[in-house]
């Protein structure tokens, strides 16, 4: 509730500056972080997935943040460059913070805080997201859980990121350990990430983050840390955490990889299934892709060319084509030619349709 | 004799009483005809497109509503009648894609509402003699006191409805 309040009082106080009239394109519709959990003072990478709301690819997205404290305080109508977010493609737009440093507050007061309240903006501020907030995950509890290992999420998938945590304070022998590494495989190591001391990049790469206080933890993307394909099939991450050398070595661990459910087949139709020239045809698909956002149709129908396009989003995109105006004055027409394409130039279909002749 | 002609005087008195009588009913009153509750100009409420083919073969989805598409939050259609109620011009009011004849003459397959289940056809016309039948409009709900009726009118082939578009209207007052 004090969020709501706070987050209430702070438009109202902004109205003044942004009252001129803005655009909300819609809500942003999935936010994550790598690492999938962090502390206030290490850099972390927020995400933004944008697909259906009304932004256009590489456009560009400043953040407009306010709690825990409101950097760019002053500057809504020319967002600084500090606020400036990353477009990573597939209508995926990142911002890179430490927030301690971003919000000039300690841990502390970070935790004590509202949260990570804020929306997306162009830099005039004439557009704008949605309020919304960044979660945050609380991992502190598991510095007093007794548990060896915990990751988030405790089902992985093969593109997304997970954190995994070790409490060293638990094994025997990791005490005087300068540096623990991540000595895993997929697959129950069919496709392995083995820690090799003699080579450095090696070492590198599955070196974990130390948390302080025997705590350590790994951030990691299955795909892009084991370097296989995004249709590869994973069913399990098995690994060990050592000391540097193999001077200790943990227990043997496995997390199983969640459940891969397939997004819905996309599915298109006409409406209606039998129609004259004097009716509207019906354009409609449904579960799109990614990406595709509006439908471009042209249809022949004897002497007339008739063009245009429908917009939506990957739920739906619908729309009907007025054959009724279009036709009243042509006679003889029995079928029509219609070619409909994705705004990714993506043929979805060509067909020819027969026009019913009416009693 | 005598009996016969008694009977005949009484037959007599009887007929002159009866034929003297007059029910006390109030003025005399035509029916209200069909023509009556549809004159008027109705604007539109809600415009559904049905897949009768799809509905037919219960195939789904078989109804679209287009009341927000083509200008059709527009649409408006008076039905006009002369001193003595009955049918001549009618217009729709809106510039909406020509679903059937915009404007012309018009006239009922029935005057009064039938008893059966059968619905009141009106008829479109191009000419005032009314000759050039253009569109029919199927009258599925009639006007009562909500002021509201729907028509519809029905794509078919050798009989067979594929599509049909439902208006459903409100008297504009």
């Known amino acids: 509730m004090k969020k709501i309040i706070y987050t209430f009082l702070f438009l109202a106080l902004l109205t003044p500056s942004v009252s001129n009239a803005q655009e909300v394109i819609g809500a942003i519709k999935d936010m994550w972080s790598y690492p999938v959990v962090y502390s206030f003072d290490e850099e972390v990478t927020w995400y933004f997935d944008l697909a259906g709301t009304s932004a256009v690819e590489n456009e560009d997205f400043y953040i407009w943040i306010w709690s825990p404290s409101e950097p760019d305080a002053g500057n809504f109508n020319s967002s600084s460059d500090f606020a400036k977010l990353t477009y990573e493609g597939d209508m995926i737009w990142s911002f890179t913070l430490t927030p301690t440093e971003y919000f000039s507050r300690t841990p502390e007061e970070i935790r004590n805080s509202d949260g990570f309240w804020f929306f997306l903006k162009d830099k005039t501020g004439t557009k704008q997201t949605e309020v919304t907030q960044m979660k945050y995950t609380d991992f502190s509890a598991f510095y007093d859980a007794g548990e060896i290992m915990k990751a988030y999420p405790s089902r992985p998938s093969l593109n997304e990121g997970v954190s995994i945590l070790f409490n060293s304070n638990l094994v025997e022998g990791f005490e005087n350990a300068n540096n623990v590494y991540f000595h895993s495989g997929l697959n129950n190591w069919a496709v392995p990430m083995e820690y090799q001391a003699w080579v450095p990049e090696r070492v590198e790469k599955t070196r974990t983050t130390n948390l302080g206080n025997g705590f350590y933890k790994m951030d990691l993307i299955p795909s892009e840390y084991y370097g296989v394909e995004p249709d590869f099939v994973m069913e399990n991450i098995v690994f060990l955490f050592v000391a540097e050398d193999w001077t200790a070595v943990g227990p043997d661990l496995i997390l199983n990889a969640a459940e891969d459910i397939p997004p819905p087949p996309a599915e298109f139709r006409f409406f209606p299934l039998q129609l004259s020239k004097k009716d509207f045809l019906g354009v409609i698909r449904i579960n799109n892709e990614r990406g595709v956002n509006s439908l471009h149709y042209t249809v022949n129908a004897g002497p007339k060319v008739i063009t245009g396009e429908f917009t939506g989003n990957t739920t739906e995109i619908k729309g009907f084509i007025d054959l009724v105006t279009a036709l009243k004055d042509v006679e003889n027409v029995s079928e029509i030619h219609v070619v409909i394409e994705d705004n990714n130039g993506r043929v979805i279909t060509d067909t020819t349709i027969p026009l019913i002749p009416l009693d | ?173």
């Open chain 2, 1 to 173: 004799m005598k009996k016969m002609k008694f009977k005949f005087l009484s037959l007599l008195l009887a007929v002159l009483v009866f034929s003297c009588y007059t029910p006390d009913d109030g003025d005399h009153v035509e029916p209200i005809t069909t023509y009556e509750v549809i004159a008027g100009e109705w604007g539109l409420m809600n415009l559904t497109m049905v897949d009768e083919f799809a509905k037919r073969n219960n195939i789904k989805p078989n109804e679209e509503n287009l009341s927000t598409l083509f200008n059709f939050e527009d649409f408006r259609i008076r039905f006009d009648v002369d001193e003595n109620n009955r049918p001549t011009t009618y217009e729709v009011v809106g510039d909406v894609p020509p679903l059937f004849q915009l404007k012309g003459y018009w006239d009922l397959n029935s005057d009064f509402q039938p008893t059966n289940s059968s619905s009141i056809v009106i008829r479109l016309y191009s000419d005032a003699d009314k000759t050039q039948l253009k569109d029919e409009l199927h009258l599925t709900s009639v006007p009562r006191t909500n002021r509201q009726m729907e028509l519809q009118i029905i794509r078919t082939t050798d009989g067979t409805p594929f599509v049909s578009y439902k208006f459903k209207l409100i008297e504009e007052i």
